[in-house]
């Protein structure tokens, strides 16, 4: 099955400065890849996703990269803020497994702490 | 108000005891899903369902058991078989419609052992 690999476990940066967080995947028929941010005591909620076909995608201060041939992708968040202050955790997905519909592979999380 | 809501929030459970935790949509989603939650191993899938009266093993299955009777609905059991049950329990759904997409969650619930 699907290891999603999820580097750094933590991670601390001053306002303003820029975060990346990189994951890696071994199942070469993933095609989809999304990233969800869990704030202390909250629910997971999508913050940006990205499907095989793209190699990157932004949205304002959060995009997201995929490297098909070296099977890894990366979060990157730039002008960070104290509200960006949550724990990342990057996903894979094969949607075309028989069955699989939208099975996710999470990765171990990130805990990002934005310091003023 | 649509979405996706888990009870109870907090849970205490004596060894031996099955315990049930609940999950109910008003999304429309077609599929739904368990999640384990432990610090430092990330969300682990346990069981996930993309059909009525249909469910699928995930990763870590062994002593849970699901049901899905209806669209709406999808309980999961943690049952005295479960051998490290303390853990924060996280259910979502999502449609199927155009290939994977957004997992939407519920708040979760906390269960712990005593």
């Known amino acids: 099955g699907e290891n999603v690999e999820q580097h750094p476990s933590t991670l601390s940066v001053q306002e303003g400065d820029s975060a990346v967080i990189k994951c890696t995947y071994s199942?070469?028929?993933?095609?989809?890849f999304p990233w969800y941010k869990q704030e202390l005591g909250k629910r997971p909620q999508l913050i940006i996703d990205?499907?095989?076909?793209?190699g990157e995608k932004k949205d304002q201060r959060i995009a997201v990269t995929l490297n098909k041939t070296a099977k890894h992708f990366s979060l990157h968040i730039t002008e960070t803020q104290p509200e960006d202050s949550a724990v990342y955790f990057c996903?894979?997905?094969?949607?075309?497994?028989?069955?699989?519909?939208?099975?996710?592979?999470f990765g171990t999380g990130t805990q990002l702490k934005v310091e003023l | 108000d649509g979405g996706i809501t888990q009870s109870p929030k907090y849970l205490f459970r004596k060894e031996g005891q099955n315990v049930t935790l609940s999950c109910e949509q008003n999304?429309?989603?077609?599929?739904m899903y368990w999640y384990r939650q432990d610090p430092g191993q990330g969300l682990r899938l346990i069981y996930y369902?993309?059909?009525?009266?249909?469910?699928q093993k995930g990763d870590i299955a062994e002593g849970y058991s699901v049901s899905r009777e209806k669209k709406e609905s999808f309980p999961l059991t943690v049952t005295s078989a479960q051998k490290n049950p303390t853990a924060f329990y996280l259910c979502?759904?999502?449609?199927?419609?155009?290939?994977?997409?957004?997992?939407?969650f519920g708040e979760g619930s906390r269960l712990t052992v005593l």
């Open positions: 979502a759904s999502s449609s199927l419609a155009g290939g994977p997409g957004e997992l939407f």
């Open positions: 199942d070469s028929a993933s095609n989809y």
């Open positions: 990205i499907r095989s076909n793209v």
């Open positions: 996903a894979a997905s094969n949607s075309g497994l028989t069955g699989g519909g939208n099975k996710l592979t």
């Open positions: 999304l429309n989603h077609d599929a």
């Open positions: 369902s993309q059909i009525v009266n249909d469910f």
